[in-house]
């Protein structure tokens, strides 16, 4: 089975603190993501990378920015946070593609981000 | 970019019923088309996918459907049950190759027992 775990599940934060979110997975898995999730707004991608010290910009970069230094964890940091990045961070990860199609995404249990 | 359009917001169904989200893509060359259930404080689980190459698939109670000229997909829950009960995320790829995924608003499906 694979397993992608979260640094935390709940982190409440003050406005301004640099805060870090870890993600590890342990399928071998190339290409990892961040996600925030809000209601009514469905998944948007932050960042994602595709190998080891590689990362590519998703559709909410903004605030945010990652480190993949080892091909298991995945961090997503935030330099200075503030309130509207009150959220549920969500990592995901997956293999290669196959023959030039996805394969699944599997995602971790999220971190729910309070940000005071 | 790809944009992805879901509909309905909410849906709910009697037990039994039949429940039908759909989704709609820009990207023609999007190629790659999942969808993820997500039980309410659980993390997203794929449950059906569909690739460019095929029209529709289905795995027991559920089916998912393909229209490319149309650009629209859809996922038809059959016999439902109340552990149906949940958002229901559709995606696509962003155009062939990508590595990323845009995921549609969500569907919370309810079905009353």
């Known amino acids: 089975d694979v397993k992608v775990t979260q640094s935390s599940r709940y982190l409440v934060k003050r406005t301004g603190e640099k805060v870090f979110l870890e993600c590890v997975q342990d399928?071998?898995?190339?290409?990892m993501f961040w996600y925030r999730q809000d209601p009514g707004l469905g998944l948007r991608l932050i960042y994602f990378?595709?190998?080891?010290?590689?990362?590519e910009k998703g559709d909410i970069p903004e605030g945010y920015s990652v480190s993949r230094e080892k091909k298991e964890r995945f961090s997503l940091i935030l330099e200075s946070a503030s309130t509207n990045q009150t959220s549920m961070y969500l990592c995901?990860?997956?293999?290669?593609?196959?023959?030039?199609?996805?394969?699944?995404?599997?995602f971790g249990p999220g971190t729910r981000l309070t940000v005071l | 970019g790809e944009n992805v359009e879901q509909h309905p917001s909410t849906l709910s169904v009697q037990e039994g019923d039949s429940a039908v989200i759909k989704c709609t893509y820009s990207?023609?060359?999007?190629?790659?088309f999942p969808w993820y259930k997500q039980e309410l404080g659980k993390r997203p689980q794929l449950i059906i996918d569909?690739?460019?190459?095929?029209g529709e698939k289905k795995d027991q109670r559920i089916a998912v459907t393909l229209n490319k000229t149309a650009k629209h997909f859809s996922l038809h829950i059959t016999e439902t049950q109340p552990e149906d009960s949940a958002v229901y995320f559709c995606?696509?790829?962003?155009?062939?190759?990508?590595?990323?995924?845009?995921f549609g608003k969500g569907t919370k499906l309810s079905v009353i027992p």
């Open positions: 990378s595709y190998d080891v010290k590689m990362k």
């Open positions: 995606a696509a790829s962003k155009g062939a190759g990508s590595y990323q995924l845009t």
């Open positions: 569909i690739r460019s190459n095929v």
């Open positions: 995901a990860s997956s293999s290669g593609l196959a023959g030039g199609f996805w394969n699944e995404q599997f």
């Open positions: 399928m071998d898995h190339e290409n």
């Open positions: 990207d023609s060359a999007s190629n790659y």
